[in-house]
């Protein structure tokens, strides 16, 4: 059920925004300083690419301190406005029966782009 469930989301967006969190993680990741931005930019659009059939876990390895000062970084220049934009576009297809399924995700997703260091898509 999670492979057409992920086939009908990259044919309905998901592929699109794949490459916007690819693009946005190379931007970020031509900088020194915007390299570990950019991998969760990467994380994130992994995350984007199959979403269903996955959970949003801690990792466990991580310092809690660094994790927040990086998650609070994320989250006033990107995390806001990305989070904004997957409420919104769950909001709108769980409006729909059908669109149920597809608007769980993300509101999934959106709870990884507001914190993604510390977490990841199991």
């Known amino acids: 059920m999670s492979l ?7 044919i ?9 969190y690819i693009w946005g993680g190379l931007i970020l990741c031509c900088t020194i300083v915007g ?9 994130i659009g992994i995350a984007t690419l199959a979403p269903f059939g ?4 801690p ?10 000062l990086l998650n609070l970084i994320w989250l006033i ?8 934009s997957h409420l919104i576009c769950g909001i709108l297809l769980c409006i ?4 149920i399924p597809f608007g769980l995700q ?3 997703l959106m709870r990884l782009s507001l914190y993604p260091f510390g977490y990841d898509l199991i």
């Open 4 to 10: 057409i469930g992920n086939v009908i989301w990259i």
């Open 106 to 108: 993300h509101f999934k």
């Open 35 to 43: 390299i570990p931005w950019g991998l969760q930019a990467f994380k």
């Open 59 to 68: 990792t466990g390895g991580s310092i809690p301190g660094l994790s927040c």
């Open 54 to 57: 996955k959970r949003v876990r």
């Open 96 to 99: 729909t029966l059908i669109g």
């Open 77 to 84: 220049f990107a995390g806001l406005w990305i989070a904004l």
């Open 12 to 20: 309905f967006g998901g592929f699109v925004a794949f490459l916007g």
